[in-house]
């Protein structure tokens, strides 16, 4: 699979932060994903792509004349690994960062880039601003609205990963606001165009027992499932619900 990060298309709007340094030397920018632990096959992508990116614009005269030097870094969708990987690519002079994957990675890395005056571009918070702060040097990503213009389904679901009280924490990967925010936002668009959901529920993120959540939806003769989570509670899903079919 080609995945091809657009988004790191954008180093192109640190021109002006290049201009500033007037230095001859090589672009640095990084790319800060899950590359271990249960995501990291995302991170391989988010990888991929971020390096097929800048060979890309290389091979296009780099921006302003120099060539773009790709810098990766592991956060494992850790919060407190995020910000370690931060750190780390701050002082390699980065001026742009495509990352982190996870919003419980992006909020506290973006407060490290925000203070250091580096470009994110963060692909996991559709919805949900940044707490306490609202940093210029952030973008996102949203793909909430897009995901309701798939086939409808008479008997639509709509469920996604949240946090387990006995699980709370700042510091745990339970806490996925992207997820949330993604279902919501397919909720609101379905709606719009006139579906309304059989089913609206949260899980607990880490969960591994859905035998309840699928004699609900088979009892509301539920037809898609909209999931707003990622592939280690989806896939469980899939095969329990296939073997209770």
């Known amino acids: 699979m080609r995945y091809k990060v657009t988004s790191l298309m954008a180093a192109a709007s640190v021109a002006a932060l290049v201009a500033a340094t007037a230095r001859a030397e090589d672009i640095q920018v990084g790319v800060a994903g899950p590359v271990t632990g249960s995501n990291a096959s995302f991170g391989e992508q988010l990888t991929r792509g971020a390096q097929q990116a800048v060979e890309d614009i290389n091979a296009k005269g ?5 060539k773009l030097v790709l810098n990766t870094g592991d956060d494992a969708c850790d919060p407190k690994q995020a910000v370690a990987v931060a750190h780390q690519l701050v002082s390699k002079k980065v001026v742009f960062v495509d990352g982190d994957f996870c919003s419980s990675s992006s909020i506290p890395a973006s407060a490290v880039y925000q203070e250091e005056g580096v470009l994110q571009s ?3 918070r559709p919805t949900r601003p940044l707490p306490r702060m609202r940093p210029r040097n ?3 990503m949203s793909i909430g609205p897009a995901a309701a213009t798939t086939p409808r ?4 679901a709509n469920i996604w990963p949240g946090i387990s009280p006995a699980r709370r924490s700042p510091s745990s990967t339970t806490n996925r606001p992207t997820a949330k925010g993604l279902a919501d936002e397919t909720r609101k668009a379905m709606n719009a165009a006139g579906l309304k959901e059989a089913v609206n529920e949260q899980i607990a993120a880490g969960d591994k027992d859905f035998s309840a959540l699928i004699s609900k939806l088979k009892q509301a003769n539920v037809e898609a499932i909209y999931f707003g989570g990622y592939q280690t509670e989806a896939g469980l899903l899939v095969r329990q619900a296939k073997e209770q079919a």
């Open 122 to 124: 963060a692909r996991a």
């Open 138 to 140: 952030t973008g996102r």
């Open 153 to 156: 389904a008479r008997s639509p």
């Open 62 to 66: 780099g921006v302003l004349g120099k």
